[in-house]
């Protein structure tokens, strides 16, 4: 299965993605953990 990296847009394999997480109750795959800490970063940024 492919996922979308919400961040760089890559496409990546489910299986062998380098991280993923649950946010808002949905499953999202990143390509490198480069990725997942600016979508980490950018979430924090819009919380209250």
């Known amino acids: 299965m492919q996922a979308r990296d919400p961040v760089c847009g890559m496409?990546?394999?489910t299986a062998?993605?380098?991280a993923h997480g649950t946010y808002d109750?949905?499953?999202v795959?990143?390509?490198s953990l480069g990725c997942r800490t600016?979508?980490?970063k950018e979430?924090?940024?819009r919380r209250p």
């Open 29 to 31: 795959y990143f390509c």
């Open 11 to 13: 496409t990546v394999d």
């Open 38 to 40: 600016a979508f980490e």
């Open 43 to 45: 979430r924090a940024l």
């Open 16 to 18: 062998k993605a380098a």
């Open 25 to 27: 109750g949905q499953e």
